[in-house]
């Protein structure tokens, strides 16, 4: 998801592995299926313009739309191309105070929106976040259903 040159990173991955062996790659599916991300992204979008982001440029999101990766793939000579969905839940013993601390510190976009913000409005921010993610918390669990995306291609046996 985040290098500069994708095509050039799965060749060179195709490279180190042997001959006829697989390559697989984890990619998060589509932001409105991972609220774990779209619940602070969404309500950062409300609040704070940002510019129109690049859809190739590196990005969490970047090959959320299936085929995407695979395509890379396969221009990078791989064969015998799968991609899988898979369907799973984020969960663990976390508050929603631990869940912003997290979200906040391990987002580099979200630390840029931040920078420029009053504590006020950043304060503002993360009650409207509390608010829209309450249903993904109870007795000190965080709960949150995710998509990734599961792409698998072959080196060539030659």
């Known amino acids: 998801m985040f290098f500069v040159d994708p095509v050039r990173g799965i060749r060179e991955a195709l490279r180190v592995v042997r001959n006829d062996a697989c390559v697989s790659f984890a990619v998060w599916g589509p932001e409105e299926a991972n609220p774990f991300f779209s619940t602070i992204n969404d309500v950062f979008d409300r609040f704070v313009e940002s510019p129109t982001e690049d859809p190739d440029a590196p990005d969490a999101f970047r090959f959320a739309a ?7 793939l396969k221009n ?10 898979l369907d799973f839940q984020i969960e663990a013993a976390m508050s929603f105070e631990q869940f912003w601390r997290l979200r906040t510190e391990m987002s580099e976009s979200l630390r840029g929106k931040m920078a420029g913000l009053m504590p006020e409005k950043i304060e503002a921010i993360k009650q409207a976040v509390a608010d829209g993610a309450q249903e ?3 007795s000190g669990k965080m709960n949150f259903p995710a998509e ?6 072959r080196k060539s046996a030659v």
């Open 148 to 153: 990734a995306l599961i792409v698998s291609g």
């Open 76 to 85: 990078a000579g791989a064969e015998i191309i799968i991609e899988r969905q």
């Open 66 to 72: 299936p085929g995407k990766l695979a395509g890379i």
């Open 136 to 138: 993904y918390f109870s």
